[in-house]
């Protein structure tokens, strides 16, 4: 069964960067789309960008004009570029894949895959 596996996480100060990546971890031919989600302890599991197999982007208000979703197709990668980090992006980042429409990219159970999260932290 296809599993998705983060990399990147980390520790880094208010205000800084950090690049998180997604790829499967077996060869998977299927063209699913895939979210990043958070979840930050004793809070709910949050959508926070997408990008389709069409190269559509969504983004939570959150992070809008602070986080980038890209995709290299060539790697079967999909990165999220995080910048101007606050503290309360702390949490444990989940990619996902599935299929998803606009209306639905923000719901964790339309997704079949999902990774076994990276842990950031935002220090202040």
């Known amino acids: 069964e296809t599993q998705l596996v983060e990399s990147g996480g980390g520790l880094v100060q208010a205000g800084g960067s950090l690049r998180l990546s997604c790829a499967p971890s077996?060869?998977?031919?299927?063209?699913?789309?895939t979210t990043w989600f958070r979840q930050a302890p004793g809070k709910e599991r949050e959508a926070v960008a997408c990008i389709t197999n069409e190269g559509q982007t969504y983004y939570s208000d959150a992070v809008k004009d602070r986080f980038t979703i890209s995709s290299d197709n060539a790697k079967n990668t999909v990165y999220l570029q995080m910048s101007s980090l606050k503290t309360e992006d702390t949490a444990v980042y989940y990619c996902?894949?599935?299929?998803?429409?606009?209306?639905?990219?923000?719901?964790?159970?339309?997704?079949?895959?999902w990774g076994q999260g990276a842990q950031v932290t935002v220090s202040s």
């Open positions: 077996e060869f998977n031919d299927e063209d699913f789309d």
């Open positions: 996902a894949g599935g299929w998803v429409v606009r209306s639905t990219w923000t719901d964790p159970h339309e997704y079949d895959y």
